[in-house]
């Protein structure tokens, strides 16, 4: 972002203008404060992603895991001796 900063109150805002053929065309009026909450939620966005990725597991697999665990448990369980 470039252009120049101003605040009205307690509201920061920069203005961005787009220069074209030497002359200037339109000014876009961008509030900072929103511009940072938008630029956290995409962070945030691609973190979660990311997580997904690497931790994600679907029910199925959670409740496949678990029914292998149980069996393994009852398994070993079957086969302590008792003295």
Same mark, same amino acid.
């Not at 900072?32 to 029910?59: H, P, S």
């Given at each position: 972002?470039?252009?120049?900063?101003?605040?009205?109150?307690?509201?920061?805002?920069?203005?961005?203008?787009?220069?074209?053929?030497?002359?200037?065309?339109?000014?876009?009026?961008?509030?900072?404060?929103? /511009?940072? +909450? =938008?630029?956290?939620? !995409? #962070? *945030?966005?691609?973190?979660?992603?990311?997580?997904?990725?690497?931790?994600?597991?679907?029910? /199925?697999? +959670? =409740?496949?895991?678990? !029914? #292998? *665990?149980?069996?393994?448990?009852?398994?070993?369980?079957?086969?302590?001796?008792?003295?």
């Amino acid at each position: 972002m470039s252009g120049w900063p101003f605040c009205f109150g307690e509201q920061h805002f920069l203005i961005n203008v787009t220069a074209t053929d030497e002359r200037v065309t339109m000014a876009e009026i961008i509030n900072l404060k929103n /511009a940072r +909450k =938008q630029k956290a939620r !995409a #962070e *945030k966005d691609v973190q979660a992603a990311q997580n997904r990725v690497l931790f994600g597991r679907t029910k /199925a697999e +959670k =409740q496949l895991q678990a !029914a #292998e *665990k149980a069996r393994d448990e009852k398994a070993i369980d079957g086969h302590k001796r008792e003295d």
